[in-house]
């Protein structure tokens, strides 16, 4: 079972930037696709975006576009989540999840703890 590990969270002044990271100590994630989720105060999770063992990454949300890039960093066999311009509504916890497969299609099979992010002056 491969553990999901997520870090770079923290408080940021809005417009600021974070980097998220998600790893697996022990082992690479090169060989999964994997997503990021974000779960805002009082609101479900969402998806962000996921991954693709080829590199490819679906769409995101609107609200997300042009701010957020999710990408692979092969030689450290992690995955991070750029977030730029980030904005008080994009304060929530961070999850990165596991999806079994090549091409993200298939449901979430396990959950990183979460890493927390708030945005505010």
């Known amino acids: 079972q491969v553990q999901l590990v997520e870090s770079g969270g923290g408080l940021v002044l809005p417009g600021g930037s974070l980097r998220l990271t998600c790893a697996a100590p022990?082992?690479?994630?090169?060989?999964?696709?994997i997503a990021w989720f974000r779960q805002a105060p009082g609101k479900e999770r969402e998806e962000i975006s996921c991954?693709?063992?080829?590199?490819?990454?679906?769409n995101y949300p609107d609200s997300m576009k042009g701010r957020f890039i999710i990408a692979r960093d092969n030689a450290k066999g992690t995955v991070y989540l750029q977030m730029n311009n980030l904005q008080p509504e994009d304060t929530g916890v961070y999850y990165c999840?596991?999806?079994?497969?090549?091409?993200?299609?298939?449901?979430?099979?396990?959950w990183g703890q979460g890493t927390q992010v708030a945005v505010s002056s």
């Open positions: 991954v693709s063992t080829f590199g490819d990454s679906p």
């Open positions: 022990g082992a690479t994630l090169n060989y999964y696709s």
């Open positions: 999840a596991r999806k079994p497969g090549t091409t993200c299609s298939r449901p979430v099979h396990s």
